[in-house]
């Protein structure tokens, strides 16, 4: 009786271990957890704290107050959460919910900071990394700014070469990696025989297209001139999805280029960027993990030099600043 005390756990454990029960014991598993992690609220529920709730709640809060400020003391602003409370029908009631303006202001927040963000961080990098290009961004700004006097609207639209080290920044660093769209017919991609049924979700990757060198040979080299306008004009416009394709592209394309032209030129007046001991060479190791580009680390390390400490060709005459 002892002996098969003892022994009857330990078969019955060597056969749970044995490969088909394993096997159907890790995929029962493996359903359950995606069953049950598939909704938040099955967390929820067990008193798991919902870590988005804390910015859901933070954005309703300033929404919600601004909406009864704003409809309490009237104003003639014309910003965007004004536009949307303006949205009205032909009985003069609103149209969108607070919740809708919620999401619109939240989606402009993500859709307009962290993109912009990386854009410039990638751009800073990648001049830094190449002081030929950077010198030559400086002599053309220089000369732009020179000629109009200030940092103006029209004086950014003269800098040509700027906008090709901005294009070629999103080029090799597309902030949105990728893009997504849902079939709403059934749809056979031309050519082939592969088909969509309705509802399918599809990704395409514009850093997959844009680093693939049958659409730019040596990929990885970081290189303006190929935006140059007849370079532009012998590529499929679809090889270059930074602000993606179509009626859903990104509705801030120009203002986004033109906020980041701007803020590299204050800087560049002012300032000459370099690496230092220990800024990766490029092309820069990335987060895997970001829904955003980003560096490896979430870092860059950059100097900042002030441009009346270095020659004209940006190398260093006195003490560098970080
Ligand atoms: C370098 C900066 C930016 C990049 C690379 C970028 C990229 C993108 C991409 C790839 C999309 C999706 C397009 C598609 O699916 O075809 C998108 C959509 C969008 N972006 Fe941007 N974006 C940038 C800056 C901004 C800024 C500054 C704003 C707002 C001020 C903004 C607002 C939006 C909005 C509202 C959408 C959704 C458009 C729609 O669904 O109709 N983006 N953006």
Not at 173 to 190: G, I
Not at 296 to 314: C, H, I, M, N
């Amino acid at each position: 009786m002892l002996g098969w005390l003892l022994t009857a756990p330990l078969a019955v454990l060597s056969w749970l271990f044995s490969p088909v029960p394993l096997t159907v014991i890790v995929l029962l598993c493996a359903w359950i957890y995606r069953t049950a992690t598939k909704n938040f609220d099955f967390w929820k529920s067990r008193g798991v704290p919902d870590p988005q709730q804390k910015a859901i709640d933070f954005f309703t809060d300033v929404v919600n107050k601004t909406i009864d400020y704003r409809d309490k003391h009237p104003t003639s602003s014309r910003d965007f959460l004004q536009l949307m409370m303006d949205t009205k029908d032909k009985d003069g009631n609103r149209i969108l919910t607070s919740k809708s303006i919620m999401a619109q202001a939240v989606l402009f927040f993500i859709g307009g900071f962290d993109t912009t963000a990386s854009l410039l961080t990638f751009a800073a990098y990648s001049l830094a990394t190449h002081p030929e290009i950077q010198e030559r961004v400086q002599e053309e700004t220089d000369e732009v700014l020179s000629k109009h006097g200030a940092l103006t609207y029209d004086a950014v639209h003269e800098m040509p070469y700027l906008d090709q080290v901005l294009a070629e920044t999103l080029r090799l660093y597309p902030p949105f990696s990728r893009t997504e769209r849902v079939a709403t017919k059934d749809y056979t991609l031309p050519g082939t025989d592969i088909r969509l049924p309705t509802g399918t979700a599809v990704q395409m990757s514009p850093f997959a297209i844009q680093r693939d060198p049958d659409n730019y040979p040596d990929p990885l080299r970081f290189d303006p001139d190929r935006f140059l306008p007849e370079e532009r004009e012998r590529r499929h416009p679809c090889v270059y999805l930074p602000f993606g394709s179509g009626p859903r592209v990104c509705i801030a394309t120009r203002f986004a280029l033109f906020e980041a032209k701007v803020a590299l030129v204050a800087l560049l007046k002012q300032a000459t960027l370099k690496p230092t001991s220990t800024t990766p060479p490029p092309p820069a190791p990335l987060d895997k993990k970001s829904f955003i580009l980003s560096p490896e680390g979430q870092k860059l390390p950059l100097l900042v030099v002030p441009r009346s400490k270095t020659d004209g060709a940006g190398r260093c005459l006195r003490n560098e600043v970080r």
